[in-house]
């Protein structure tokens, strides 16, 4: 009689170990949306995201949200920053999916565009600049600039919101 408790307790295991698996998965090639950097701004929200499908980076979402008519966007770009500060300005609108500016008459529409990731990660990285972050620049049809939180690239996290080091 042991025995055969032995074989059930195993198949239990086992069957278990493959529920886990499948689910491990299942979570993985799901699309997941990942929001990285989210300002709110007198006349636009500005919010960056990337998009994770099969656990890998394939497009990074730059949603404008204008509040008052002086905050539509008309052109974006990138700003290189190094170690010492110093900045370089990268104009990204060659890559997005739709071209600048928005034609809208409504305020507080999320508006969104799409970069690939990769395209995006080639551009910046080919340009002779010793990167230590970036972040994504907005400028609206007044000339007003509205900026993101400072970004870098990494082997694990591809993407990420740089820690600023200072509290308190």
Known sequence: ?????????YAIIF?????LVSLFFYRKDQQRILVLSEQLFT?????VSILKEKGKVKNVIIS????TMDGFCASLGVELIDA??????LDISHLIDKPLPYHTWQINVNIKTLIDFATLQK??????FSL???RFVTETKTGKKFKSHELAFNEYWHLFKIDSGQYN
């Open 84 to 89: 010492q500060r110093k900045i370089k300005q």
């Open 64 to 67: 404008f949200s204008p509040i």
């Open 132 to 134: 230590q972050s970036f």
């Open 43 to 47: 006349s636009l929200g500005l919010a």
């Open 123 to 128: 551009y910046i990285e080919d340009q002779e």
């Open 1 to 9: 009689m042991p025995a055969m408790q032995d074989i059930l307790m």
């Open 15 to 19: 069957g278990l170990g493959i529920a």
